[in-house]
């Protein structure tokens, strides 16, 4: 995978709060799992303006590369604080056990 592609997905996660590679965006996702992530996040309080989306279906380098950049086979995938978090199931866990909230607080 070329470097300019990571180096992309690192500024984005590392330049911003709330990162989530998605297919689709947060008004039109393109697929459930990339809308359930959504749906968690907007559940967890996390302002419109203060989420970051890619949508991969855009660019096929960030859609392949995102896979290799945190080593997770599937998308979506989200980042807060530039720490890879995990894709829509550990998100509905974390958001059910109080952890996802107490992560993203703040990042209003």
Known sequence: MDQNTQQRIDDLVKQNDVVL??????????????????????????????????????????????????????IPQLYVKGEFIGGSDIMMEMYESGELQQLVAGQG
């Open 21 to 74: 590679f998605m297919k689709g965006n947060a008004s039109f996702p393109m697929c459930g799992f990339s809308g359930r992530a959504i749906q968690i996040l907007k559940a967890c309080g996390v302002e419109p303006r203060a989420l970051t989306t890619v949508n991969v279906l855009e660019d096929e380098a960030v859609r392949q590369g995102i896979k290799e950049y945190s080593n997770w086979p599937t």
